[in-house]
């Protein structure tokens, strides 16, 4: 066994070192739940406060109930997000299997041309894109965000699964040609399994950012009816006046969605079946 | 009838011309196996053959057809590669019918030939296994069955013992030459292990840098080599080679002899100072040096022999043999 892992003291320091940096990362979390329990003068009072009696409240979350279509925002969040990772992992894992398995004319040049996306932020494109939204009629519908999400995400998920596709053995992709499956059943049934680590990492690293944009749901879907979960949020934020009370219980209830996913996500991150195909 | 026959195979992948000129015949029912040193192409022509790699130019044919546009699943062909390659997500029994899932045979097909490979190869209680679950002999015997169960019509290994350990590595050779023997099937194997080759082979080719050295029975190889790679790939030790020179006077060809050749003998031609001795019990491998020439002596039997020591090995006319400059055999 490892030595250094094996010492008492130096097991413990590791663990205090990740203890803390949890306490660190969940404080801003933890403050904006509590808070969104106490009524507004207790928020700004003690801050740090757990909710007693005598500040309990629920009058930010009875406010975002009452105001606006909370679970249509939430619905629609929802939707754009898990479609978006849905159609960034379908086809990022089908480029960049053809980039690593197929020899073509051209192939380091589409795989540079597909990776240039990393380099250069979609929104420098935002003016383009709504025009073309609008030429397409696809302004304020869910549609216009899961297109945009999906283009935004796809060079980043190409980038890494495709480094991830070319360890996979080739002999095993061999074998499933000689056993008869087609480029497809090799794809779905054998290399896709294989990488799920690094599927689970992309739809990660996408996930969060797709869920809390405001940028692309203000110019694209600002409707009523398409508003997205983070921009509905905003109703509470006045230039004059902020309802703290309510946009702390949205930012609450808007957490645990994400939390959800990314527990499922990280669960495929274990390894599981995987090791003993080869060697 | 032929099973296999390659005409004028050439690959090249881009400007790298890896294999030139493949020539050759594989009878119904031979074991024939590919040997040479890494990158000499032996691999490339085993997925040639496979359709795995299309050939650049030249005829691939299987049973007398020509299969250079057949896909790999029609080709009558199953491969063992040297990885295993099993199928994580199907326990054995699973990877061993998926092949003929998708030939679409009928169930009762299906059940009997894997319950015929899982008794041939002792795997009856793994059948609902999972690859993680089994040992490396054991996932090497499920690749095999996995080949079994097809019953092809010419069998591909490529390498299937190089992750084996030793001691396994000799009981999977037995049980592949015992395999071969009651399947009676054409099977074409690729090592670089001449011990694999040597034991398992009716027929052996020596390839080196995409080209065909030699082909012939173990023995044939062994005895008659064509030049002098051929000569020193095959036997272990390997052969001794040196300058002719150092027997007779003006002798410019290069001299070759086998170290199980060599004797002690107290007026023999070659005086050697004994640089190292490896004592197997069995055999005593002598290491040392003729004139600044390393040679091998393979002694039978055990002998006190110690570094530093001054022999005179000899060795019967007979067993020598000569190579031009360029290797070819005199």
Redesign the interface.
């Known amino acids: 066994m490892n030595k250094a892992r094996s010492n008492p003291l130096n097991s413990a320091l590791m663990h205090g070192a990740l203890i803390l940096y949890t306490l660190i990362a969940l404080f801003p979390v933890f403050v904006i739940i509590i808070n969104s329990f106490k009524e507004r003068r207790s928020i700004f009072r003690e801050p740090l406060a757990l909710p007693d009696a005598e500040s309990f409240s629920l009058i930010g979350y009875q406010t975002v109930m009452k105001q606006g279509d909370f679970f249509l925002y939430f619905q629609n969040s929802m939707i754009v997000t898990v479609a978006s990772l849905f159609f960034i992992l379908l086809f990022g894992a089908m480029a960049a299997y053809a980039l690593s398995e197929y020899r073509f004319k051209g192939n380091l040049l589409m795989g540079l041309y597909l990776a240039l996306g990393i380099m250069i932020p979609i929104r420098i494109g935002t003016v383009a894109i709504l025009e073309m939204m609008v030429a397409t009629g696809l302004v304020n519908t869910l549609w216009a965000l899961i297109l945009v999400y999906t283009a935004q995400g796809l060079p980043l998920a190409v980038f890494i699964l495709s480094e991830f596709m070319r360890q996979v ?1 080739d ?2 992709k ?8 087609s480029e497809y059943t090799i794809f779905f ?2 290399v896709l ?2 990488v799920r680590p690094a599927m689970a990492t992309v739809a990660v690293f996408n996930m969060i950012p797709i869920w809390n944009d405001l940028w692309f749901p203000l110019i694209l879907a600002p409707a009523e009816e398409t508003k997205t979960l983070t921009l509905g949020s905003q109703v509470f934020i006045g230039q004059f006046v902020t309802d703290w009370n309510a946009v702390l219980s949205a930012l609450s209830m808007a957490i645990l969605p994400v939390l959800v996913l990314y527990v499922i996500f990280s669960r495929q991150l274990i390894r599981g ?7 | 009838m032929t099973a296999l026959t390659l005409k004028d195979v050439n690959k090249s992948f881009g400007e790298v011309h890896v294999l030139k000129d493949i020539n050759m015949e594989v009878e119904e029912g031979e074991f024939v196996v590919f040997v040479g040193p890494s990158g000499c192409g032996k691999s490339t022509l085993l ?1 040639v053959i ?1 359709g ?1 790699e299309d050939a650049t130019s030249g005829e691939v044919r299987i049973g007398g057809e020509v299969v250079n546009m057949t ?4 080709r009558g ?3 063992v ?9 199907l326990n054995v029994r699973g990877n061993m019918t ?2 003929l899932k ?2 679409g045979q009928s169930k009762a097909v299906i059940e009997e030939r894997v319950q015929k490979a899982s008794k041939m190869l002792n795997l009856e209680a793994y059948l609902d296994r ?5 040992s490396g002999g054991q ?1 090497q015997r499920v690749a095999i069955g ?1 080949a079994i169960v097809r019953e092809p019509k010419l069998f591909l290994f ?1 390498e299937p013992l190089s ?1 084996l350990d030793a001691a396994l590595r000799m009981n999977t050779r037995l049980e592949i030459a015992a395999l071969h023997r009651q399947l009676g099937a054409t099977m074409v194997y690729v090592t670089h292990d001449q011990t694999e080759a040597m034991t398992l082979a009716d027929k052996i080719v020596v390839l080196r840098d995409g080209r065909v050295e030699q082909i012939g029975s173990p023995m044939e190889l062994y005895n008659n080599p064509a030049n002098q790679f051929v000569a020193g790939f095959l036997g272990s030790p390997s052969m001794n080679f040196l300058p002719a020179g150092i027997v007779h006077e003006g002798d410019s060809r290069t001299l070759g002899v086998r170290p199980e050749d060599l004797f002690i003998a107290g007026d023999g031609p070659l005086a050697v100072r004994v640089s190292h001795v490896e004592k197997l019990g069995g055999d005593t491998n002598v290491v040392g040096e003729v004139r600044d020439q390393q040679i091998t002596a393979r002694l039978f039997g055990q002998h006190a022999i110690e570094p530093g020591q001054e022999l005179r090995f000899g060795f019967k006319p007979e067993a020598a043999y000569h190579f031009d400059s360029a290797g070819a055999r005199l």
């Open positions: 053995s002999d095993l061999n074998a499933g040609r000689i056993d008869g499956l049934r054998l399994p294989l079946i995987t090791s003993g195909a080869v060697k | 997925r496979a795995l896909p790999p699943s029609k062909i199953a491969m590669f040297q990885s295993y390659a099993l199928y994580p997500h998926l092949a998708q030939e999972f690859p993680s679950e089994l996932r996995r490529d992750n």
